[in-house]
């Protein structure tokens, strides 16, 4: 299983809005409404940002949407803050019954 | 509150094996998966598979069949991940992380625990 394609690196300055892409097959992304998004801050654990596409935890800032079309999420942050700065993955539950992530994304707030 | 308390760092030689283990609290164990998802330094996340504490049943990634192993312990809502025959590439940061089931995300995740591979 591999990776999903997700941009290296996405910036903007605060108050901007930025997406970042995730690209997989029709046999993750593109087969089932269960992609989910994680922010990781250096030397943390990641955090539930995003679930089943565009769902948001309780707690999780409505700055913070997803969507999906075809074999693409995205993951759009609006309203930049530089609290957001960190690095992005996206994850997919794959026709395998398991589960794959991202490549990741660094945001960097300029 | 919820909380995953990891094993302490681990430094093995090449060849070795290891054992992390995760202890779940503030919730019934017995109700949500376990991942593990490891992440070597400056690499992303990888995920290496899931186990169903009610039943210990497994699902691992290709990647890392035949040499990885999950189990757990309800009596001490426990859970642990083996793997073995270790190489410098296992050095990463090992996570757990639970999914309720049903779902098909990981809501809580512990803080990680290192394994250094080295001679």
């Known amino acids: 299983q591999s990776a999903l394609t997700q941009p290296a690196s996405v910036s903007g300055s605060p108050g901007q809005s930025i997406t970042i892409s995730c690209t997989g097959t029709?046999?993750?992304?593109?087969?089932?409404?269960?992609v989910s998004w994680y922010q990781q801050h250096p030397g943390k654990a990641p955090k539930l940002m995003i679930y089943?596409?565009?769902d948001r935890p309780s707690g999780v800032s409505n700055r913070f949407s997803g969507s999906k079309s075809g074999n693409t999420a995205s993951l759009t942050i609006s309203g930049l803050q530089a609290e957001d700065e960190a690095d992005y993955y996206c994850?997919?539950?794959?026709?395998?019954?398991?589960?794959?992530f991202g490549t990741g994304t660094k945001v960097t707030v300029l | 509150q919820v909380q995953l308390v990891q094993s302490g760092a681990e430094v093995k030689k090449p060849g070795a094996s290891v054992k992390v283990s995760c202890k779940a609290s503030?919730?019934?164990?017995?109700?949500?998966?376990m991942h593990w998802v490891r992440q070597a330094p400056g690499q992303g996340l990888e995920w290496m598979g899931i186990?169903?504490?009610?039943?210990?049943?497994?699902r691992y990634a290709q990647k890392f069949q035949g040499r990885v192993t999950m189990t757990r312990d309800t009596s001490t809502s426990t859970v642990y991940m083996e793997l073995s025959s270790l190489r410098s590439e296992d050095t990463a940061v090992y996570y757990c992380?639970?999914?309720?089931?049903?779902?098909?995300?990981?809501?809580?995740w512990g803080k990680g625990t290192t394994v250094t591979v080295s001679s």
């Open positions: 992380a639970r999914e309720e089931f049903s779902n098909t995300y990981m809501d809580v």
């Open positions: 503030g919730y019934t164990f017995t109700t949500y998966y």
């Open positions: 186990i169903n504490p009610s039943d210990s049943s497994t």
């Open positions: 029709s046999s993750d992304v593109g087969g089932y409404k269960f």
């Open positions: 089943d596409v565009s």
């Open positions: 994850s997919s539950y794959t026709s395998s019954s398991t589960y794959v």
